[in-house]
């Protein structure tokens, strides 16, 4: 068995990929590793455990010791997910971002160097590239540009990452990825926002013109991109991750709507973010040359399965938005 470290296991991204990897990684070993900050719930894992190849340890990446003691067993891959991900809430107060993001980051290389290990995962952002005009893509060869906290906090990890493999050969790659929509995402984040909004009546608001262009990959592919870089990677490398589907925040908007029904009287003009980045679009050539990965959900389907899981699954988001789920952990584990 490969014992593979998951750091923010119990975030969007991070449960997704324990619950994907379980299925398709037939010789892993999962322990997660995560702070349970405001974005970390324990229902995103339920059962898990019952499969016999995951474990969930409750601990920060910023507490040296807690993560050295995950190494007391060898340690073949670890996958960094943890970290402060919500650009909003960057440009209100940086010092966590910076903590964790940058912090955090130094002290799971520090373990992973000092205990030795086969591929340390670097999960980063499209958004350390900061923002494109009408043409172009984002390569792994763009210049690093963030624009917000969030986004700096991330490239300032991307480039001590970069600096552990050329000065300690530590088998480390990075990942840049687009965004992602799915099952169990935070409903900050603008598409869980806007389905739970108007599941409860509510409109959306929508920032600035509307006319600001992501590139939308749903969670499942990210999480298969993620296991080939995991299981494949060249260390050293950066890999780009991409859905290859651009739309405006209207468009996005009006698609929902269908969705649920809904027309355009809900939708609410609100102020723009600051610095809010125009455009992110994804090149991601070298992924599918040198690993064989490409996106396979295609955004419609993706959007209806995606609606379909937050109007089956009320209980969890309610709880999300109550703040009830932050209680979850010490019933299912007595006590944080
Ligand atoms: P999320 O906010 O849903 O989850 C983050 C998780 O990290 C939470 O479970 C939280 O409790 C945990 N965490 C935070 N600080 C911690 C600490 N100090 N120690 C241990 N755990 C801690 O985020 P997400 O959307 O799942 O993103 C996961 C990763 O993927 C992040 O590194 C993010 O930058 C990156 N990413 C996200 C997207 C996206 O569209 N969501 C796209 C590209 C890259
Ligand atoms: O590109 C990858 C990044 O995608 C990840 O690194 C981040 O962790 C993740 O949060 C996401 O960042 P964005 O800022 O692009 O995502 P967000 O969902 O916050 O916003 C998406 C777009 O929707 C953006 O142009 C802002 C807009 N928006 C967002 C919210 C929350 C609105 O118009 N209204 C809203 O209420």
Redesign the pocket.
Same mark, same amino acid.
């Given at each position: 068995m490969k014992r593979v470290i998951v750091t923010g296991a119990a975030g969007f991204i991070g449960s997704n990929f324990v619950r994907r990897a379980l299925e398709t990684q037939p010789d892993w070993h999962l322990v997660g590793y995560d702070a349970l900050t405001y974005a970390g719930n324990v229902q995103n894992l339920a059962g898990l455990e019952q499969t016999g190849r995951f474990e969930f340890v409750h601990g920060d990446i910023c507490d040296a010791p807690a993560v050295a003691a995950l190494f007391a067993a060898p340690v073949w891959g670890l996958i960094n997910f943890a970290a402060e991900?919500?650009?909003?809430r960057s440009i209100h107060g940086a010092a966590a971002f910076v903590q964790t993001n940058i912090g955090g980051t130094q002290v799971l290389l520090d373990e992973a160097r000092k205990h030795g290990l086969e591929k340390y995962v670097q999960v980063s952002?499209?958004?350390v590239y900061g923002s494109l005009g009408p043409e172009g893509r984002f390569t792994e060869q763009s210049p690093l540009a963030p624009n917000s906290p969030y986004s700096a906090s991330k490239a300032g990890a991307d480039l001590l990452v970069r600096s552990y493999w050329r000065t300690h050969d530590l088998p480390a790659v990075v990942t840049r990825?687009? *965004?992602n929509y799915g099952p169990y995402q935070f409903p900050?984040?603008?598409i869980p926002?806007f389905i739970t909004n108007l599941l409860e009546g509510k409109q959306v608001?929508?920032?600035g013109d509307?006319l *600001?262009v992501?590139d939308w990959i749903h969670v499942r592919d990210h999480c298969d991109a993620l296991i080939s870089v995991l299981a494949r990677g060249t260390p050293g490398e950066v890999y780009n991750i991409g859905g290859d589907c651009e739309l405006t *925040?209207v468009a996005l908007t009006h698609a929902i709507l269908r969705e649920l029904g809904k027309d355009e009287s809900m939708i609410r003009r609100v102020k723009d973010?600051p610095a809010?980045d125009r455009r992110?679009a994804i090149c991601a050539d070298k992924i599918a040359t040198q690993l064989g990965w490409s996106p396979r959900v295609d955004f419609a389907t993706g959007l209806a399965e995606t609606v379909r899981w937050y109007v089956e699954n009320e209980a969890w988001w309610r709880a999300v938005k109550s703040g009830e789920y932050q209680k979850y952990y010490e019933l299912q584990y007595g006590g944080r």
């Open positions: 991900t919500h650009v909003d952002t499209d958004e990825c687009s *965004n900050e984040k603008v926002l608001p929508l920032y509307g *600001n992501r *925040n973010r809010h992110y």
